[in-house]
């Protein structure tokens, strides 16, 4: 018997699907990353580290490769965006300054989209293996380190990015047997929605300075 195995086991059944723990243990932990991330809180980026840990075994158990790259792709930036807000908290607890992108960062982050798209794509249609639905695969990995990117920078259009990987994430983890994958995904999308009314607020109250700030957490 293998140490995952516990973890490919079913939790419970929902909409006619088993619902495994990975599953559900790694959405619920990615659930409370976005929700610390909304209140600015140091905390958010450790705890996404381990949802993509957990998330790593859910989408291999499903076939796929992309959401699997993905998840190794959010272990990375997270450490990274850990790494970020701690040098710049001071002495305070980890709070960011929010603001809104300038022009070329957010030229660079949708060029960036666009290219890594495509090339993502292009290599899961010439490997099938590595997913059974290449290109919103690849949308959702490529989305998802972008969206990383722009939060661990405190800018605003991070809120932006990750409502438009909701708004493929949630059909295709339906399809692809992960229901509770699906329903998280539909919560993320209130937590989106609110926490970029809490962030683009708090970017017209701020005075520009450096992206990170010190502050209780």
Do not use: C
Request: glycine share 12%; hydrophobic share 55%.
């Amino acid at each position: 018997m293998s140490l995952l195995d516990p973890l490919h086991a079913t939790a419970f059944t929902a909409f006619g699907q088993d619902v495994i723990w990975s599953d559900m243990v790694g959405n619920l932990a990615g659930l409370a990353a976005l929700a610390l991330g909304w209140r600015r809180s140091l905390l958010t980026w450790p705890v996404q580290l381990l949802s993509g840990v957990i998330l790593v075994v859910a989408y291999a158990s499903a076939d796929l490769g992309g959401s699997v790259g993905k998840q190794l792709i959010v272990i990375i930036v997270a450490a990274w965006g850990w790494r970020q807000w701690r040098l710049g908290r001071g002495t305070g607890g980890g709070r960011i300054a929010v603001r809104f992108a300038t022009w070329r960062e957010r030229a660079a982050l949708a060029a960036g989209a666009a290219a890594g798209t495509l090339a993502v794509g292009t290599l899961f249609t010439a490997f099938p293996d590595l997913s059974w639905n290449p290109w919103p695969d690849a949308y959702i990995f490529v989305g998802t380190l972008v969206a990383m990117v722009a939060q661990a920078r405190g800018l605003v259009e991070f809120w932006f990015a990750w409502l438009l990987v909701d708004l493929v994430g949630v059909p295709l983890a339906f399809d692809s047997g992960l229901p509770f994958s699906g329903m998280v995904y539909v919560v993320y999308l209130v937590l989106v929605l609110w926490g970029m009314r809490d962030w683009w607020l708090r970017s017209r109250t701020q005075t520009p300075g450096p992206a990170l700030e010190g502050a209780a957490a």
